[in-house]
Structure formats: structure tokens, C-alpha cells
T-cell receptor, first 109, second 116 residues
Framework: GQNIDQPTEMTATEGAIVQINCTYQ??????LFWYQQHAGEAPTFLSY??LDGLEEKGRFSSFLSRSKGYSYLLLKELQMKDSASYLC??????????WGAGTKLIIKP | GAVVSQHPSRVICKSGTSVKIECRSL??????MFWYRQFPKQSLMLMAT?????????EQGVEKDKFLINHASLTLSTLTVTSAHPEDSSFYIC????????????FGPGTRLTVT
């Protein structure tokens, strides 16, 4: 079956770095997405990886290892506004997104 | 960038009535649109996938006669919640994809439905 695993909740300190891990199993693979979702709002796109390696975009970076079925989202210089849920989603061979349950990130001052 | 709008953003209706939610791709043609539902503190749950001009494909456990989806054009899909009940109260989100084999998927802002 198809499955996405990510931690339910993480806590980090303002100004620090946090890494949110995601493992996936899908029928075929067409990329790995990370979305940010604040409470009561729709998800917003953060990153897309289809090749192995690290993609850096400002304070956020995303890493993919296709052979391991593994990705992580790295957030640097954490700000209070980064408190949100972070959703990992893998695209299968039919170009359908398989969603993780999301990781709630709590930032403390 | 690609913009997807939803209307209304919030709706309150009485039990037994029907509610229609519109999803529009404003600056691109969306061959495929997706409808999600999200209950508080839970992740997105895909309800159905709709392709322009054809019947929607519903996920297991989603009643197609209760959640009517119409994708009449390349820029508009509608979700009608028929005979709504309080348990249908949820956050409904649509997303749109440019092409069948595109990785680009854009989300609307969501519609908060409350059934009293």
C-alpha cells in the first residue's frame, strides 16, 4: 500500500534549527512535496524535490533520498510565525498526491 | 503564479439544506481539480478527483450522491453538499492541476462550512 510517515508534533526554540523527517512508500514516484499550513488556512507550497539531494530556498531547505524513500524539511533561524503544520506529500505514478498526516511545529520563545 | 479561488470562504447553513462551493483557477486552465476535506487538527483527506468534462472519481467512503462534483469547464469546479448535516461541518479545500501529468498543484484558500 501507499503510506507517508512523519512525526505528529515537534517543538523548537525561536532562532534554532529544526528538521522534520518524512518517509514514504508509493506506487511509483513523481516527486516529494512539502506544504505549510497555518490553523484555519489552506496549505501553501514550500518545496518540491524529484531528484536526490538538497534544495535550498532561503531559510527552508528540503532533502530527498529516493533510494531510501526519505525526505526532510530543514527550517533555519526559526521565527514565531513558523509555528504551523508541515505536510509531506509524495506523488505517485498516477500523479496523485499521497498525504502525510502533518507535523505540528510549535516554536517557543 | 497560479491562483485558485474558492467561494464562499465561509458559509453557515441549516441542517437539511444544500450548499454549493465554487473553485476557480483564475489564470490557468485546470484539467484536473481535487476536493479535500479537513477536520480540526487532522490532515487533508482527498474526497474526489475531477477531470474537466468527465465524472468525478470519488475516494472510498465518500458518498457521491451527497457530495456532487461538477467540473464543467477548465477553470471551474463545484462541490455541492446535499442535505447537509452537522457532521458535514468541515474545512473544504480545492486544488487545481495544470495538466494530467503535471506536478504543479495549486490550492484554493478553503471554505469553512458550518451546519447548524
Amino acid at each position: 500500500g501507499q503510506n507517508i510517515d512523519q512525526p505528529t508534533e515537534m517543538t523548537a526554540t525561536e532562532g534554532a534549527i529544526v528538521q522534520i523527517n518524512c518517509t514514504y512508500q508509493t506506487s511509483g514516484f513523481n516527486g516529494l512535496f512539502w506544504y505549510q499550513q497555518h490553523a484555519g488556512e489552506a496549505p501553501t507550497f514550500l518545496s518540491y524535490n524529484v531528484l536526490d539531494g538538497l534544495e535550498e530556498k532561503g531559510r527552508f531547505s528540503s532533502f530527498l533520498s529516493r533510494s531510501k524513500g526519505y525526505s526532510y524539511l530543514l527550517l533555519k533561524e526559526l521565527q514565531m510565525k513558523d509555528s504551523a503544520s508541515y505536510l509531506c506529500a509524495a506523488m505517485d505514478s498516477n500523479y496523485q498526491l499521497i498525504w502525510g498526516a502533518g507535523t505540528k511545529l510549535i516554536i517557543k520563545p | 503564479g497560479a491562483v485558485v479561488s474558492q467561494h464562499p470562504s465561509r458559509v453557515i447553513c441549516k441542517s437539511g439544506t444544500s450548499v454549493k462551493i465554487e473553485c476557480r483557477s483564475l489564470d490557468f486552465q485546470a484539467t484536473t481539480m481535487f476536493w479535500y476535506r479537513q477536520f480540526p487538527k487532522q490532515s487533508l483527506m482527498l474526497m474526489a478527483t475531477s477531470n474537466e468534462g468527465s465524472k468525478a472519481t470519488y475516494e472510498q467512503g465518500v458518498e457521491k450522491d451527497k457530495f456532487l462534483i461538477n467540473h464543467a469547464s477548465l477553470t471551474l469546479s463545484t462541490l455541492t453538499v446535499t442535505s447537509a448535516h452537522p457532521e458535514d461541518s468541515s474545512f473544504y479545500i480545492c486544488s487545481a492541476r495544470r495538466g494530467q501529468e503535471s506536478s504543479e498543484q495549486y490550492f484554493g484558500p478553503g471554505t469553512r462550512l458550518t451546519v447548524t
